[in-house]
Every structure is written in C-alpha cells, then in structure tokens.
C-alpha cells in the first residue's frame, strides 16, 4: 500500500516539474527572445490562446493525460497565463530597447545641433563624429545602427555642402576689401554662379540620399513585419520632414539671389559708394536703403531657417516624450 502511494506521490511531483519547466521555459522565451510590441490584453489573450492550446495538448498527451480532467484543466490555464505573462515580459524588453534606441538618437542629435553652429549662430562643419556601433540588441539594434548611419551621412553631406562654398569663396562674397578688389564684379559673379550649382547639386543628393534610405531599410536584418511598419513609419515622418528639408533647399537659393541682387545693385551704382575699413558706405540715403533691403532680405530668410530648425527640434522632442509617456 504504502509502495503505491509513493508511485502516486512521484507520478504527482512529476507533472508538477514538467509544467513548472515548461511555464519556465514560456517565461524565459518572452524575456529573451520575443519580439511583442504591445500590451494590449485582448490582442494577447486571441493572439496566444491557439497557442497555448497547441503547448498544452503536446503537454497533455506526454505528461498529465492520465492525472484527470482537474489537473488537465489546471495545466492549460497555467500554459495560458504564463503565455500571456511571457508576451508582456517580451512588450516589456522591446520597449526597453525602444527607449533605449531614441535615448541614443536624441543624445546624438542634440550634440549635431550643439556643434552646428559658430558663436555667431552661423553654420559650420559638424566635427561631433557620431558612433554607428548600437547600444541596443536584436531588430532594435540594427534600427539604431540604420539611423544613425543615416545621420551621419545627413551630416557628411552638409559638411561637404558648407567647404565647397568655402572653396570658392562664399564666405567672403560681401567682403567690402574683396569687392573693392573686384572692380569688373566679374569674380562675383563667378562665385554667385558656382555657389547656385553648389545648391541644385546637395539640394539633389540629399533627395537621393531619402530615396536610397528606403532601399536601405528593405535590406535590413529583421523580420518583414518590422520592415513594413518600418517603411510606414518613414513614409509618415518624412512626409513632414521633407517639407522641411525642401524648405531649407528653397531658402539657400533666396539666399543667393539676395546676393547677387547686392553684387547687381553695387555693379550698376559703382561711382555712388566707396570702402572704408571694413564698410561699404554710400553718398546718398537712397542707396543705402536699398542695400540695407537686400541684407534685410538675407536676415530674414535666415530667421526662416532657424525658424525650420527649432520646429523640428520641437517635433523631435515631442515624439519623443509621447513615446516615453505611451
């Protein structure tokens, strides 16, 4: 008598082992590998339910078929609430990473904005290198490597764009010393003329630069459900980032025409202004207002793009705190 109830008791320690590995085991999958995104209860709860019917009958017809309907029953609802469990612990992890990823991105974007201009507020080379070796792991990483991948292509193609106008002298286009030099206006109009191809050629390549980027994430190494939401989530943001960057591109090109409207204007009134210093003075009012407009002009298109820049430093940081608050 006492020989069978401890075959009983070890049939009935039996079960018990096996389920609580096999609960362990659905718990530490979540934690390791599971890709959830969301913590909604009931997508999980219609989401896991076949499979856990699938665990449990493969769980059932090896271990439990023989201990009754009672422990049977209580063997799929643990199954179950452990495979719900492991979805939120997986939601969980993802989100982690998630946070982590736009963490990394917002840290490195502050310090590209940071080193973007001089302290006058002018536009310089970004010499901020930015590290593309992911802090996260799994998809999330490899989304973190793209990115920043991406901006510090953005960013090696603005500081290219900024020394080809260095090279032929676009900063020094309004130089009173280089314009009492130029007594054709024949070098200035050159400069206008290359720094206008300068603009259409950048303006150009950062339109290939946001194509290729589309081809780039079709390539990537994660699951093509990532992918399309991916691609969705692109096409959306870049909709009103483009605007933007198209904004910026329009405004560079105002601003060489305010330019060469400067050069036109002191060529056709050459006689009516002289150097001084470091000034370009004028014998009668009329002229100086109307020198005074065009650099009004420039001032202004340069409000527009500062403008441009805080409102996307703004939406920047606002998904970024709805995404935190979610």
């Known amino acids: 008598m006492k020989k069978k109830e401890t075959i009983h008791r070890r049939n009935d320690n039996i079960w018990k082992i096996a389920l609580a590995l096999v609960c362990l085991g659905i718990l530490g999958y979540g ?3 599971s890709k959830n995104t969301t913590a909604d209860i009931a997508f999980l709860v219609g989401y896991n339910l076949p499979l856990a019917l699938i665990i449990w009958g493969i769980f059932y017809a090896a271990v439990v078929r023989k201990q009754g309907a009672k422990v049977g029953g209580f063997s799929f609802l643990a199954i179950f609430v452990c495979m719900i469990a492991s979805s939120l612990i997986g939601y969980s992890q993802q989100k982690q990473e998630a946070i982590k990823v736009l963490s990394e991105i917002k840290d490195q974007y502050s310090k590209i904005l940071e080193s973007s201009t001089d302290s006058r507020g002018l536009p310089k080379c970004i010499e901020t290198p930015i590290k593309t070796t992911p802090k996260a792991h799994g998809e999330f990483g490899e989304i973190e490597r793209f990115i920043k991948e991406f901006m510090a292509q953005m960013v090696s193609l603005r ?4 020394l080809e106008l260095e090279a032929i002298g676009w900063n020094s286009i309004l130089d009173p010393n280089r314009i009492k030099e130029d007594k ?9 003329q290359k720094a206008r191809g300068i603009v259409k050629k950048y303006t150009d390549k950062t339109t290939n630069l946001l194509n290729d980027a589309k081809n780039k994430i079709r390539s990537l190494n994660i699951s093509e459900s990532s992918k399309r939401s991916m691609l969705s989530g692109f096409d959306r ?5 483009k605007e933007n960057i198209d904004a910026m591109w329009s405004l560079e090109a105002k ?7 400067i050069i036109t204007f002191l060529a056709a009134r050459k006689g009516a202004w002289f150097v001084k210093g470091e000034q370009i003075l004028f014998y009668n009012d009329s002229d100086l207002e109307r020198f005074n407009f065009y650099i009004a002009s420039i001032q202004n298109i340069m409000k527009q793009q ?7 430093i703004q939406i920047v940081n606002r998904n970024f705190n709805r995404f935190k608050e979610n």
């Open 159 to 162: 500081n290219d764009y900024l």
């Open 306 to 312: 500062e403008q441009i820049q805080r409102q996307s």
């Open 237 to 241: 943001g870049m909709k009103e980032a």
């Open 184 to 192: 054709t206006f024949v070098e200035s109009r050159v400069i206008i």
């Open 31 to 33: 934690f390791l590998y």
């Open 255 to 261: 601003t060489i025409d305010e330019f060469e409207n």
